[in-house]
């Protein structure tokens, strides 16, 4: 490992430099693991060995870099990397590196490596296998980004990606659906539990003012003194408790077995399972200590290694067995750190990558023995160490370390845990009792490890395995041989060998409060060697009085085998999310459009009169002073046209449509009245645009006549009915014309409106100041919104292409009928003359507006910097020229004659105005900066000539495009129904 | 001038809501389109009435709130009409596509108790 040697501290001066370059190459961690997962999706499928390279050479390029990054992280150094994400909201995008979180990019990196090698002999060859590594190195990013996070926010994100792409792993095989329903079972858990620790990480940073790691560890007094303490820290429980698989929720560990081995060697020994244990450490000396901090980490974690111990005993698949001997552990770690002694931590620290080490190991052999015999039921197996004697010989050695047996580093953090469980740390049942079942459970796990052993390598050879057993290829091996010797070294020379980086990674948790401790075999006969002993007899004795039963039972422990967890979590679940959400839909719901809309019509009632109320509103005075006679007609033959179309678009769809117009024209007689010239030439242009929409829309109705008998038998609940509606409009009405003149009889305050009026010729080059504000200072806001009327058309233009109409509107409208029936009446007339000729002189009038049309959209967009006008306005009356040529000369007449393209025009709008938005950062400008200056062209004389303009020109094209697009496609409709009418009858003939 | 045009706001609301609630595609159609109306005359309206004070500054010139009308609810009306046809044209595709689908013009795609 390079830079061991150098641990002396660096002088102050040259550090600070190297600290810093240092700090930044944490963010490799992140970077390189996230990167190479996007490149490695893209290798083709069938490349299985370059796809494990790729992989391996980042996990590689990771572990190096952690490896250079030793000396900064020795006596206490913490590394930084910091970007302003959110400095304001104190979320930043901070890594954070002590001595801890080096220990732990060390194993999840080391490890890494050596599971890519593994999965590259373990993967079939039709595996997908680049989306195995791809997902392989999002979860090693997302477990190194929660390993090295220095912001809480940042850390509760990284929390959940590692839950999303632990899910995506151990669903590989997706057409499983033992593995669908285990990932989706460890999704919900660890996703919930992540939910609740990401609330109680905002309590936290609440309590402590800051969201900052260093902030945080300094700080736990105030924390632990907090009212708030024992909610958070439940909460932050409930996350880390879920994540370790800790007793109640550690039913989905097993079930995630259905992964791939590669994969459950890595989630279930360095990393996924890890991260609740190591969250635990890394809020350890703010959390610890405290009454509640014994009681729920302490009853989970007694729990959790007891009963895990015990079930493991009674799995007959290998990787069951194992995932309930990860429980176990991972409780003896979780008890460890419940006692909230330093001493105590230590151990938790050591026994972390100690378990990681062997049960790392162990998942490969297991992998090994599945993949060469096709079988991992241990009462089908036996006498495979004939057959495959190095595999045999590694899987002992590290099935000794998981029982604890001597000159071992299982050996080692299980004396320290027994030397922990004896002393008295809070004088209360359950640490009296931690020492009897701390003893309990190391004899469980000697009789499981045992029966690991015994079931698989030893006995008689089984006569019906799938595939006769040998050792696996050469390299696949060599990864568990490298991790059972890590497990002996450390085991025989633990201070040389481990101590120091231990040591590093405790004082960074600890800092002052570091014990004294001593890593050795043999520390004389005393209490725990004691324990071992008497766990280790104890469990070869209860392997070999239940061998016989165990030989034959079936899967699970007795009793306990009845109560299954993946039941009851399945029936909650179901519970839940379909049988309760169902009752509430039923009675809650509807799928009839009127109620909701009602509802929402009375929330925005109560929502708009509650805050009134509550603040004692006061009516204002009415003034009815200075009223314009003229003003006051004008509206009162509006409020007569709205009323009126109000009560004729039910039966009189077209004389809706004309009073509607009324309304219209009338709000743009306002607009001029009351200083708004660009409002009242929009508004009419799209009067004029809407006008014709509907009435294209129109043939497509129903034929709705009013039958006056029927009106006079209303039944009352109708009548009753519409009776509501009426009192809730008119509440509406009231309240909104309430509210519009409390307001505008009110003084103006302070606005932004002098800045854009002081500004807009000053800066924006235009004395039209509207629209100044639309294509320079609010441009990204148009931007936005001619998307939106892009994606409107494109969307009507979508819909319409599979437009079907119904059979009643099929028929050619009734006046068509009339003139092509007096065609055919008439021997010189040929079928379509009169439809021709019908309106002849206005629609020749229409013909010869287009070029005056024309002429007006370009000068109204010209003017449109300094007097009402511009792109939008200029734009809808272009297409008014083109949809009046439609409208005289019929859609083919048209069309022969000159081809619109209204999609070309959109596509031009939005990169014209994209591009003028992006031609600023060639200045040096941020997005969309205009600059502005008047032009003088022959004719035309001087106008301004902002770059503005080009915007503009943008938006004149894409509202020509989409209003053409939207009404051409309408219009079309006429053309394709008498089609499908004539295909329609046609086939009826030929039927008969 | 206040109490007309909010009394023309607030039935142009009126008839807006009640259309609204209607059970037909077309009334619900024009119920929005006067809705929109109203909705923009209440944007509008939030810069305050004023006669003869149209944004258009002098050239050259710098521009006040005493001689020159409120121009940011103008520019908010203005896109919010060109958006209102996109909304009005999308709907009425809607429209006709679900009556061509389901052979009914009633919002919820098949006939009710009358109403």
């Known amino acids: 490992m390079r830079g061991l040697g150098t641990q002396s501290p660096l002088s102050p001066r040259e550090g600070n430099g190297t600290i810093e370059y240092a700090g930044k190459l944490l963010s490799v961690f992140i970077l390189a693991p996230f990167a190479g997962s996007l490149i ?9 060995g370059a796809t494990a390279w790729f992989a391996g050479a980042i996990a590689l390029l990771c572990f190096l870099v952690a490896a250079g990054l030793y000396p900064f992280v020795t006596s206490g150094g913490v590394l930084r990397y910091e970007l302003a994400w959110m400095p304001e909201l104190g979320l930043n995008f901070t890594l954070r590196m002590d001595g801890f979180a080096w220990l732990f990019t060390v194993l999840v990196t080391a490890i890494g490596v050596l599971v890519v090698l593994y999965a590259r002999y373990y993967m079939a060859a039709e595996d997908p296998v680049p989306r195995f590594f791809a997902l392989f190195l999002a979860f090693m990013g ?20 590692t839950s999303i792409v632990s899910f995506l792993l151990i669903g590989y095989w997706h057409h499983n659906a033992h593995a669908r329903d285990g990932a989706r079972m460890a999704l919900t858990m660890t996703g919930m539990g992540g939910l609740c620790m990401l609330v109680g990480l905002l309590i936290m ?43 109640p929720f550690h039913f989905w560990l097993p079930h995630a077995m259905a992964a791939p081995t590669p994969v459950s060697a890595y989630l279930h020994s360095a990393t996924m399972v890890k991260a609740g244990v190591f969250l635990l450490v890394r809020f350890w000396p703010v959390m610890a200590g405290t009454e509640a901090w014994f009681w729920i980490v302490g009853l989970a974690g007694v729990t959790t290694l007891l009963l895990g111990a015990y079930f493991a005993i009674f799995q007959q698949d290998l990787k069951g067995l194992l995932a309930y001997s990860t429980i176990s552990h991972l409780g003896l770690i979780t008890v460890l750190l419940s006692l909230g002694s330093p001493l105590a931590a230590v151990a938790a620290v050591f026994h972390i990558v100690n378990h990681a080490t062997f049960k790392a190991s162990l998942f490969m052999a297991a992998g090994i023995i599945d993949h060469e015999t096709g079988t991992r039921d241990m009462r089908k197996l036996g006498g495979l160490i004939r057959y495959m004697p190095g595999t045999a010989v590694l899987a002992m050695v590290a099935s000794a370390a998981m029982a604890g047996v001597p000159l071992l580093n299982g050996f080692i953090s299980k004396e320290m845990f027994f030397a922990e469980a004896i002393e008295t740390h809070q004088a209360n049942i359950l640490d009296t009792i931690t020492p009897y079942v701390a003893t309990l459970a190391g004899m469980f796990a000697v009789t499981y490890s045992l029966r690991f052993i015994h079931s698989v390598f030893f006995g008689q050879t089984p006569s019906e395995l799938p595939k ?29 060998t481990i101590g120091p980086f231990l040591h590093t990674a405790v004082v960074s948790i600890l800092g002052a409060s570091t014990p004294q401790y001593s890593l050795a075999v043999w520390h004389g006969w005393n209490l725990p060697l004691v324990m071992s002993f008497v766990a280790l007899l104890g469990g070869v004795g209860l392997y070999f009085l239940m061998r016989n039963y165990l030989a034959t039972s079936t899967e699970g422990p007795p009793v306990f085998r009845l109560l299954h967890g993946q039941r009851i979590f399945e029936r909650v679940l179901v519970t839940l999310s379909w049988k309760w959400a169902r009752s509430l839909e039923q009675r809650l719901g509807t799928r009839r459009l009127q109620p909701q809309m009602r509802f929402l019509v009375f929330v925005a009632i109560v929502v708009g009169a509650l805050p009134l109320l509550l603040n004692h509103f006061e009516l204002p005075p009415l003034l009815v002073r200075g009223i314009d006679p003229a003003f006051a007609l004008l509206w009162a033959i509006g409020i007569a046209c709205a009323v009126g179309a109000a009560f004729q678009a039910k039966f009189h769809r077209l004389a809706a449509l004309v009073l509607l117009g009324g309304a219209g024209l009338v709000t743009c007689i306002t607009f001029v009245w009351l200083s708004a010239p660009d409002l009242a030439v929009t508004q009419l242009l799209v009067e004029i645009v809407t006008t014709v929409l509907i009435l294209l829309g129109l043939r497509w109705l129903p034929k709705r006549i009013e039958d006056t008998q029927e009106s006079e038998l209303l039944s009352l609940r109708v009548r009753l009915r519409r009776l509501r509606d009426f009192l809730l409009a008119i509440v509406a009405g009231g309240g909104v014309a309430l509210i519009a003149y409390t307001v505008m009889t009110r003084p103006m305050p302070e606005t932004i409106a002098s800045y854009f ?13 509207v629209n100044v504000i639309l294509v320079d200072f609010r441009g990204f806001d148009t931007l936005g919104e001619i998307a939106v009327l892009a994606i409107v058309a494109l969307t009507v233009f979508a819909l319409l292409l599979r437009f079907r109409p119904q059979a009643d509107s099929l028929e050619a409208p009734e006046q068509q009928q009339v003139q092509n029936a007096f065609d055919d009446d008439h021997p010189d007339r040929a079928e379509g003359d009169s439809v021709a000729e019908y309106l002849f002189v206005p629609s020749v009038i229409m013909r010869w507006m287009f070029p005056v049309s024309g002429m007006l959209a370009a000068y109204l967009f010209l003017r449109g910097h300094d007097l009402p006008g511009g792109g939008f306005a200029a734009g809808i009356a272009m297409s008014i020229g083109f949809i009046l040529q439609y409208m005289s000369g019929g859609t083919r007449w048209v069309e022969e004659r000159l081809r619109i393209h209204p999609l070309r025009w959109m596509g031009i709008g939005v990169i014209v105005a994209a591009a003028t938005g992006i031609g600023s950062w060639l200045f040096g400008y941020p997005f969309l900066t205009s600059h502005a200056q008047y032009v003088t062209l022959p004719i035309v004389g001087k106008f301004p000539l902002a770059s503005a303009i080009f915007f503009d020109l943008g938006v004149f094209s894409l509202v020509v495009g989409a209003t053409v697009l939207i009404l051409i496609a309408l219009a079309h409709q006429s053309i394709r129904a008498p089609r499908a009418h004539a295909r329609a009858l046609r086939a009826g003939k030929e039927a008969k | 001038m206040e109490i007309i045009l909010s009394a ?6 009126a008839s807006g809501v009640y259309l609204l609630l209607r059970p037909r ?31 258009i500054l002098e050239p050259g010139g710098v521009g006040d709130l005493s001689r020159y009308t409120d121009p940011v609810p103008q520019a908010l009306v203005l896109t919010a009409i060109v958006i209102g046809f996109a909304m009005t044209a999308l709907f009425l595709v809607v429209l006709l596509a679900s009556r061509g689908f389901t052979g009914t013009d009633h919002v919820d795609g098949r006939e009710q108790r009358s109403d």
């Open chain 1, 40 to 48: 490695a999706i893209f290798f083709p499928s069938d490349q299985r």
């Open chain 1, 142 to 161: 997302s477990m190194l980004g929660v390993v090295l996070s220095g912001n809480l926010i940042l850390l509760a994100v990284f929390w959940e990606l």
């Open chain 1, 205 to 247: 940073g609440r309590i402590v003012g800051s969201y900052d790691l260093d902030v945080v560890l300094a700080s736990g007094d105030t924390i632990r003194n907090h009212p708030l303490y024992v909610t958070m820290l439940i909460l932050i429980l409930l996350g880390a408790l879920t994540k370790s698989a800790q007793f």
């Open chain 1, 468 to 496: 006769i057993p040998h050792e696996p290829p050469r390299w696949m091996r060599a990864p568990i041989e490298f991790l059972v010797l890590a497990c002996l070294v450390v085991g025989i020379i633990p201070a040389i």
């Open chain 1, 757 to 769: 009026l002081e500004r807009a010729y000053k800066e924006g080059g235009g004395t039209n100041v």
């Open chain 2, 8 to 13: 023309a706001i607030g039935v142009l609301t």
């Open chain 2, 25 to 55: 595609t077309y009334q619900v159609i024009i119920g929005l389109s006067l809705l929109s109306y109203a909705v923009n005359l209440f944007i509008f309206s939030m810069g305050r009435l004023r006669v003869n004070t149209p944004p």
